[in-house]
Each structure stands twice: as structure tokens, then as C-alpha cells.
């Protein structure tokens, strides 16, 4: 039973998993995020060998943007002295094992592919609504990471060209329409509001569409209206077999999961299946061990010859 290390890095704490190469885990465990950050992962990582000493390997998944193969950190804005970190270089020499770092976004799409809702299919596209827009391609059960690491920015596709300001520069990218930030800007756009006056949360406005109210109802529309837009747009380029959505505003779908069904169908250029994503916050720790399952595996087989 190869045991691998998973960790999920984000801006208020680090979740780690003590996980097998086939997806079960053995131990899970949570610390908030403290800066500087590498020392304080590094203690972090040590200790948790030092408990379970039949960890081969270290998988990281993290915010910001990370150099293919080398592991380096290189675009964050918000974990202050992260941008710039040899995190793969440094975390190897410290422990030993091999260690791979991704995208968080792109380790959850890898969780869904292999262990998740995507379990089985060849290509798997993820499509992860929260706060902002982001996703990831796992194609043949590889990442696709793209030359700079930037593969798999699916909030960055123009969706409507000279629209809203992005905080990437450009204007009309797609997290500006289909995300937590963008139904918040619908719910004051369509005045959704509360009997006291006060503006209902993203998290309320879909359950009110369902129950009839008339402007929830059109926030709704505009949402699953853009989120089609962006699938049809994804399968045109890469023809995948399935698109896995997830992210916070997974927990309303019962409440618009048939009309993105029903607003996506004629937008297809080929039959492409839709889930729901099955992990909800392990996916990133999961995901992050999946990178390194074969290099585990490898490491354990050579030691036992």
C-alpha cells in the first residue's frame, strides 16, 4: 500500500493527507497558512514523515501560477515571498522524497479525473465556479499545464470581448460573468433583495429562483447562459469527454443544473457528458497526491528490490 503526502496550500490554511496511490486516506489534517511560508511548510512536511514513515513522496498543490517541471512558484500576489520559491528544489533536498508542485486548480481537476466524477474518461475538463473562475485539463491523466504553466485558465477566455475590466488587464473574461463575484454584480444589477431591503447572497439567489422569484430567476438565466457559452466554447478547442463542474456554487445545483442541460444541448458540436464534481474541499489535498502517485510508486519498487 504506497502511501504518498498530499498537500493543499491555500491563503488562510494547508490541508495535508496521508494518502495511497489508489485514493485512500489514511490520515487528514488541517493548519492555518503562516508567512514566511516555505520554512514553515517544510517543519510542517517533515513532521508528518516523521509520523507516517511510509510516505514515498510529496505532491503540493498551491495558489499561483507554477513553472512546469521545476516546481517554482512563479506568480502570486497574495501569499507574501511565495512568488520566486524553488519550492520542488528546495522541499527534495529537505526531505529526500520526490516532490511535485501544481496549481490548486489543477490538482482538483486531477482528483475528479482519476478518483472522482471523471474517473474512467480519457480527457477530463474541470470547471470550478467559486469566488473567481478556474479549471483545469487532464488529458490521458496528465495535466496539461502549457508551456509557462498557465494551461487550464478557463476564467481567462474572452467571453465577451470589451466587457467588464478584469483583474488580469483585459476586459470580458470569463470570471467576470461566471463566477461568485459575477452573480453578486447580477444580484445588485437585478436588484434581488430581501424583504428589508438588503441584497440577497449568491448562495440564497438560486434556491429563490427555484421557489419563483422573478429577478432570481433572471440572475440565473444570465449565469447559466454564460456558463454554456464557456463549455461550448472549451469542447470546440478541445473535444473532451467530459466537463466536471465544481466549486461553492455546486451546493445550489439542484436549482440550475437542468437549465444549463437544457441552455448548453444546442450549443454542442458533439455529444460531451456533464457531471457534477464528487469532492468538494479534499479535492485539492486528493489531487495533489495523484501527481506523485507513479513516482511513489516507483521509488517503493525500487526499494523493495
Request: glycine share 14%; with cysteine; proline share 4%.
Amino acid at each position: 500500500m504506497t502511501q504518498v503526502l498530499g498537500v493543499d496550500i491555500g491563503g488562510t490554511k494547508i490541508r495535508f493527507g496521508v494518502v495511497t496511490t489508489t485514493g485512500e486516506v489514511l490520515a487528514d489534517w488541517t493548519v492555518p497558512t503562516q508567512i514566511p511560508l516555505y520554512p514553515y511548510l517544510e517543519q510542517h512536511v517533515k513532521h508528518a514523515i516523521s509520523d507516517h514513515p511510509g510516505i514515498q513522496a510529496i505532491g503540493i498543490g498551491t495558489r499561483g501560477m507554477v513553472e512546469p517541471g521545476s516546481g517554482k512558484i512563479v506568480f502570486e500576489m497574495q501569499l507574501e515571498g511565495w512568488e520566486g520559491t524553488p519550492v520542488k528544489e528546495w522541499l527534495e533536498g529537505a526531505t529526500g522524497l520526490p516532490v511535485a508542485v501544481n496549481n490548486d486548480a489543477n490538482v482538483a481537476a486531477l482528483a475528479e479525473a482519476i478518483l472522482g466524477a471523471g474517473q474512467g474518461a480519457r480527457n477530463v475538463v474541470a470547471v470550478t465556479v467559486g469566488t473567481g473562475l478556474g479549471g483545469g485539463l487532464i488529458f490521458d491523466g496528465k495535466i496539461m499545464d502549457g508551456k509557462h504553466g498557465g494551461g487550464g485558465e478557463i476564467g481567462h477566455m474572452l467571453l465577451y470581448p470589451h466587457g467588464i475590466p478584469c483583474g488580469c488587464g483585459r476586459r470580458g473574461c470569463a470570471e467576470q460573468y461566471v463566477s461568485g463575484s459575477a452573480i453578486h454584480r447580477l444580484i445588485q444589477e437585478y436588484q434581488v433583495v430581501h424583504e428589508d431591503g438588503s441584497f440577497v447572497t449568491p448562495r440564497e439567489v438560486f434556491p429563490l429562483a427555484l421557489q419563483g422569484h422573478k429577478q432570481a430567476q433572471q440572475v440565473r438565466a444570465r449565469y447559466v447562459q454564460d456558463l454554456a457559452l464557456t463549455i461550448s466554447s472549451l469542447q470546440a478547442i478541445l473535444d473532451m469527454d467530459v466537463v466536471v463542474v465544481g466549486g461553492g456554487v455546486i451546493d445550489s445545483a439542484e436549482a440550475w443544473w437542468s437549465q444549463l442541460l437544457e441552455e448548453l444541448e444546442p450549443l454542442l458540436l458533439k455529444p460531451l457528458t456533464l457531471k457534477r464534481a464528487q469532492f468538494g474541499n479534499e479535492a485539492g489535498m486528493l489531487g495533489a497526491a495523484m501527481l506523485v502517485r507513479d513516482a511513489a510508486a516507483h521509488r517503493e519498487k525500487g526499494s523493495l528490490a
